[in-house]
């Protein structure tokens, strides 16, 4: 169905108002009821109006302003009467039919209230969608800002991550640069350590002799850290005998280096780390010696 301006334009404000003369309302209610999209216009017009009382709420007119319109009225419709005729003698003058009285004309400036109030309602109604409009906005935004603290505080979760990892990696990495420093350094002799168990695949443990100093430094890295009654002890294996050479612990990337100090045998056959009860024990504990080495 064509749009209508002057119904959507003119009508639907008072309508939604409910200030239309049957006839108007009539004729509104038949050029809505073939055409769905000015329906669903009026709908919401209507809706509107009935959230103006929210919006803007009523305001007391002033006792000045209510009594200068009634001075007025009262002004115009003494304008608008007839003058009264002068009285004449009985006998001197023929009673004439006296002319039908007009109507008072209607004040000029009511014919404009209708659509001076139309304009107001309108700009009401207008202003209550913008507001609706607006506040599902704000709504979309602080969905948008809680995503956002949401993704945020995941990307912070994940950096802390790599920061943890990053200082695992160079810790790693200067162990490893410490290890090279000991097999380069001159008359300095070394041993390789490996895990005999299968459980921990990736430690490795250098023992470096310094000949001259007649002590060692035992490196050890990827081996988990235990719990605290338990420790990782070192052996050197001489004759088949072991002889303990110190309790050590690793930190959270298992990594550790204990000095063995001087005094050591001439010749040992092997070194041992075994996993012993905190304090150490006087002899490897049968089957926990986990990582071993041979003898130089």
Do not use: C
Request: overall charge negative; charged content about 20%; aromatic content about 4%.
């Amino acid at each position: 169905m064509e749009r209508n301006p002057r119904i959507e334009e003119e009508l639907f404000p008072f309508y939604a108002l409910d200030a239309l003369t049957d006839e108007e309302k009539a004729e509104v209610e038949r050029y809505v009821a073939g055409n769905p999209a000015a329906a669903a216009r009026l709908a919401e017009l209507t809706l509107a109006a009935s959230e103006l009382n929210e919006v803007a709420p009523p305001l007391t007119p002033s006792p000045a302003v209510k009594a200068g319109l009634m001075a007025r009225v009262e002004a115009d419709l003494r304008a608008t009467q007839p003058a009264a005729p002068l009285a004449a003698p009985p006998a001197a003058r023929r009673p004439t039919p006296r002319p039908p009285l007009e109507a008072p004309s209607r004040p000029w400036w009511r014919s404009f209230m209708p659509l001076l109030a139309g304009f107001a309602a309108l700009a009401l109604i207008l202003s209550t969608l913008a507001i609706r409009q607006l506040s599902g906005e704000v709504g979309e935004l602080r969905a948008t800002v809680a995503t956002l603290e949401a993704g945020s505080g995941t990307l912070q979760t994940r950096i802390d991550a790599l920061s943890t990892e990053n200082e695992t990696l160079r810790q790693q990495l200067a162990v490893r640069d410490d290890l090279l420093a000991q097999y380069t350094q001159p008359g300095a002799l070394t041993m390789t350590i490996g895990d005999i168990t299968g459980a921990n695949p990736d430690a490795r443990a250098v023992l470096t002799l310094d000949p001259t100093a007649e002590a060692a430094t035992l490196r050890v890295a990827n081996l988990p850290p235990l719990p605290a009654d338990e420790t990782y002890q070192a052996w050197l294996i001489v004759d088949d005998a072991p002889i303990s050479v110190g309790t050590f612990t690793v930190d959270e990337a298992g990594i550790a280096t204990h000095v063995i100090p001087g005094g050591l045998p001439g010749r040992f056959d092997a070194v041992g780390i075994s996993i012993e009860p905190a304090g150490g024990s006087q002899t490897p504990t049968p089957g926990n010696i986990i990582l071993l080495g041979g003898a130089f």
